[in-house]
């Protein structure tokens, strides 16, 4: 079975900085987009930022200029950096990504289990 195991969340302060990865585990035959997103305490999930198998990046306009999403493609790893963190990046952070399992076979979404970062002094 395939896998996303996330690490890397924590107790930050305003201003701070924090990195978190994503691992692909299993088996697989393919990856294609990788995404993180979040979701606060009351409030829907929302898309953080977006990867494409291409390299092309979006990003939530909340975070632009302040997130890095990157992956490493050897590595079946997403990567998001997250500089000048404010109170209200505060949420759990999911790790999302498109794997299909075997040749031919259909494209699945697949979610890791959720990363707290609280930003707060």
């Known amino acids: 079975q395939v896998q996303l195991v996330e690490s890397g969340g924590g107790l930050v302060q305003p201003g701070g900085s924090l990195r978190l990865s994503c691992a692909a585990s299993?088996?697989?035959?393919?990856?294609?987009?990788m995404g993180w997103y979040r979701q606060a305490p009351g409030k829907q999930r929302e898309l953080v930022a977006v990867?494409?198998?291409?390299?092309?990046?979006n990003y939530a306009d909340s975070v632009k200029g302040r997130f890095t999403i990157s992956r490493d493609n050897a590595e079946h790893t997403v990567y998001l950096q997250m500089n000048s963190l404010k109170p209200e990046d505060t949420a759990v952070y999911y790790c999302?990504?498109?794997?299909?399992?075997?040749?031919?076979?259909?494209?699945?979404?697949?979610w890791g289990q959720g990363t707290q970062v609280t930003v707060s002094s």
């Open positions: 999302n990504a498109g794997i299909a399992e075997s040749y031919r076979s259909y494209v699945l979404d697949y």
């Open positions: 299993g088996s697989f035959f393919s990856i294609g987009a």
């Open positions: 990867i494409t198998s291409g390299g092309r990046t």
